[in-house]
């Protein structure tokens, strides 16, 4: 009872205007950014950043959520009409969608894409309805040993499952940890590594970083060749409605699907993309159209697209439960909560519940003014394709620079920004990750909060951290893990070579 | 052809990420040397030097193993990076951009925007100068409607402030 009444309690929060309204900007803005060449939903996601500091925390969370699920649909349009992933997750959504418009049912295909990944973030937000106060209760029972054992094994596991070898994920890992240590130290406000130069007594601002690697790194990257326009199919509403059989194909895909994303949402990785990957492998063994898998079977985009799109609703439990993202989007999620000195964690249910309740029922609103958006809205979003690459990068350019300076009015920033976008074209080029660099900045103080508050707490005594029946287990669990990864490596080898070519910026 | 190509890209590869875990290599032991002059504290009662030495011994190792990842490994990867004219049009504009950060608190907001903008769809949409400049004004007062009137965002205006 008292769910249902949180519940409602957090939908009178999410359809205050302005709360509809930040649904409604993120929404169309994440499609937008999925749809448009070179920017995905985490570049988009960085570029709006600086906005939401100056807006209410709740508006500014629903904002960033409603462009990150709004970029995984976006980002499949791109997949069925052009054959090319607007982002990671999307990848495996060409297989099937692009032979599909090749056979003229591109338009039923967006359409059992929206519908599929609408019904799917209802049935992850059901589940992370029931799940999440579970999970907080859970958190109650965390100290520093067991946030530390978290956040330590998280991104451990990160770095080892998320694809490409260990030191491509590690090594920007350790960079953005790094980078966290510059400025004044939280616990007695000693300034490190800022050389006596004043503007880094603040720290290292996270925006002008996650904007400079994936925003403007990759409009350095589109700008390479010279672009010639796609040439985009009409889409008309009127077309959109799908056969008798293909309703009758999508349902079960988009069942099992929304289970395995919501599964894989909780896991550290990148989940939406790895998600999409598992519920394709699961249809090409029980669905009634296997054999057409790979040549145009709607059992290929309906189950891929449901389970990116849970995957992506669920990862939120861990970010608002336990303070803890498992992707580059959701850490920017977990940067504007902390911003507006919001501590995600096992309180926060308690402590704002206008804030946790609304972002979760704001995420029904978004997820139907996504569908309204993209079904009768369609033709809008192809006719995106055809923005030029250079008119978009002039823009994104210095919108990123505006938004930047706007944070704080500090120029290190705007150097920085630029420092970061170089930095991140050649860390691409040379195929390491970025995603762990933002999680490693925004983790790492968190880290060495906890790491201190445990020795104190012990009086020094490194057991602590292990001991404890929750630690305990979490490290258990992760050595497991990583035996079993090892061991898979050697046994399918394909497999890994798959999954490796997989990159992890969601 | 398509074989030089690849083991060409290969080297790039295995260049890049040496040079790259010799940066960082260099960069932790410049770390821990500043972080000498933090408290490292007890075990019982930790300084904020404690941090950066863990993080740095472990910066430190992990660059070491880029480096010999990137020449001992059998599964090496391929990086290429532009040649010829794209090279040049990618050089110009990360320059521009550059330039566009610092002058951007010297020269203004209004008139570094101008100046980057018009400069990159010329060089990048290759369209004639007239229209690249109608985009630089166009550009210029979109922004200055959008963060100083309605966001009320206090810019570097340079001369006209």
């Known amino acids: 009872m008292d769910l249902l009444w949180n519940l409602l309690q957090g939908f009178e929060v999410a359809l205050l205007p302005q709360n509809l309204l930040a649904a409604l900007i993120g929404a169309a803005l994440g499609t937008a950014v999925g749809v448009l060449p070179g920017l995905g939903p985490l570049g988009g996601a960085a570029l709006i950043l600086p906005f939401t500091y100056s807006m209410e925390p709740t508006a500014a969370i629903i904002m960033i959520a409603g462009i990150y699920y709004g970029g995984m649909y976006g980002g499949s349009t791109t997949s069925v009409l052009l054959n090319v992933p607007g982002e990671t997750a999307s990848v495996v959504t060409t297989l099937d969608g692009y032979p599909l418009a090749q056979k003229g049912r591109a338009a039923p295909t967006l359409f059992i894409m929206a519908i599929g990944s609408a019904i799917a973030a209802f049935i992850s937000l ?24 978290v956040m330590t094994c998280g991104l451990i596991l990160l770095s080892r499952v998320s694809g490409g070898n260990l030191v491509s994920n590690l090594f920007p890992l350790m960079i953005g940890i790094i980078a966290g240590t510059v400025g004044q130290e939280a616990v007695s406000s000693v300034p490190r590594f800022t050389f006596g130069y004043f ?13 400079g690697l994936f925003g403007i790194a990759e409009i350095l990257r589109t700008i390479e060749a010279k672009e010639s326009l796609p040439k985009v199919m009409r889409i008309r509403v009127r077309d959109m409605l799908p056969s008798r059989d293909e309703w009758r194909r999508s349902w079960g895909p988009w ?74 989007t959701l850490a920017l999620i977990l940067a504007a909560l902390m911003i507006h000195g919001i501590q995600p964690g096992p309180l926060l249910p308690t402590k704002h519940p206008d804030i946790f309740w609304g972002v979760i029922a704001s995420m029904f609103v978004g997820n139907i003014m996504l569908l309204v958006l993209n079904i009768p809205m369609i033709g809008v979003w192809v006719s995106m394709l055809r923005v030029p690459s250079w008119l978009l990068g002039a823009f994104v350019l210095v919108i990123a620079t505006l938004g930047t300076y706007s944070v704080r009015g500090n120029m290190m920033d705007v150097y920085v920004l630029a420092a970061a976008s170089g930095f991140g074209y ?81 | 052809m398509g074989s030089n190509a690849s083991s060409e890209s290969i080297r790039t590869w295995r260049i890049g990420r040496a040079v790259a875990g010799a940066l960082g290599l260099l960069f932790a032991i ?75 608190n010297v020269i203004g907001f209004p008139l570094a925007t101008f100046a980057l903008v018009t400069l990159f769809t010329r060089i990048v949409g290759e369209i004639s100068w007239l229209k690249a400049i109608l985009c630089g004004l166009g550009t210029t007062c979109l922004m200055w409607v959008a963060f100083v009137v309605l966001l009320n965002v206090r810019l570097p205006m340079g001369i006209w402030s």
């Open chain 1, 126 to 149: 059901v589940l992370l309805i029931f799940f999440s106060p579970w999970l907080a209760r859970f958190g109650l029972k965390f100290g520093p040993a067991e946030f530390f054992a």
């Open chain 1, 255 to 328: 069942g099992r699907g929304s289970l395995v994303g919501f599964v894989f949402g909780l896991l550290p990785g990148p989940s939406a993309a790895l998600s999409s990957f598992t519920s394709y492998q699961l249809e090409k063994k029980v669905a009634k159209g296997r054999a057409e898998m790979g040549k145009g079977a709607i059992e290929g985009v309906a189950g891929p697209e449901a389970a990116n799109n849970a995957a992506a609703t669920s990862g939120m439990i861990p970010v608002l439960a336990l303070g803890l993202p498992f992707s580059a």
């Open chain 1, 426 to 506: 050649f860390f691409h080029k040379l195929g390491f990750s970025l995603s762990p660099l933002i999680l490693g900045l925004i983790l790492g103080p968190e880290i060495e909060k906890h790491m201190r508050q445990g020795l104190y707490l012990s009086r020094g005594h490194l057991t602590y951290f292990i001991e404890r029946p929750i630690a305990g287990a979490i490290w258990g669990v992760t050595i497991t893990v990583l035996i079993i990864v090892l061991v898979m490596r050697f046994v399918k080898k394909d497999m890994s070579r798959k999954m490796a070519s997989f990159e992890i910026e969601d």
């Open chain 2, 30 to 104: 410049l770390y821990l040397i500043e972080g000498r002059n933090l408290d490292i504290g007890r075990l019982n009662a930790p300084g904020p030097g404690i941090f950066p030495l863990v993080v740095g011994v472990i910066f430190a190792l992990v660059s070491a193993g880029v480096i010999a990842d990137a020449l001992l490994t059998k599964d090496a990867g391929k990086a290429s990076f532009p040649q010829g004219e794209d090279r040049k049009r990618l050089v110009t504009i990360y320059g521009c951009f550059v330039l566009y950060a610092v002058l951007f």
């Open chain 1, 199 to 211: 503007p880094l007594i603040a720290g290292l601002e996270l925006t002008a970083i996650a904007i």
